[in-house]
């Protein structure tokens, strides 16, 4: 299974800037658990935008980390909850997908 984790990394749950250098330190982390819990990861950078409670267009810089040959659901999710506590972020979005992901050696 490949498991997909979308989360910002502009704002967290109060609306406060993420400064570089935490942003950084989180991603680096994020990053160092993919590789010890899943064996590898692929890290997307974008920017994704939603309307807030005051119907206002939010964009912000975000990013999507990709996990192929995911074999357990309940440990993406707690991946995900450590993602969403270590960036202080209302939600993050994990997405899974049914494909047939091969190596290529």
Known sequence: MRV?????????RDNRTIDSFDRDKA????RRA?????GGYTL???VGGWINPAGQLV???SATIRLDFVNDLTKAERYA?????LLNQSA???ATYATESRMID
């Open 44 to 46: 997307i950078d974008h």
């Open 92 to 94: 993050v979005v994990l």
């Open 81 to 85: 909850k450590y993602i969403k506590r």
């Open 34 to 38: 993919a590789v010890a819990d899943f």
């Open 4 to 12: 997909e984790i979308t989360f910002g990394l502009q704002y967290d």
């Open 59 to 61: 964009e912000e810089v």
């Open 27 to 30: 991603l680096f982390t994020i």
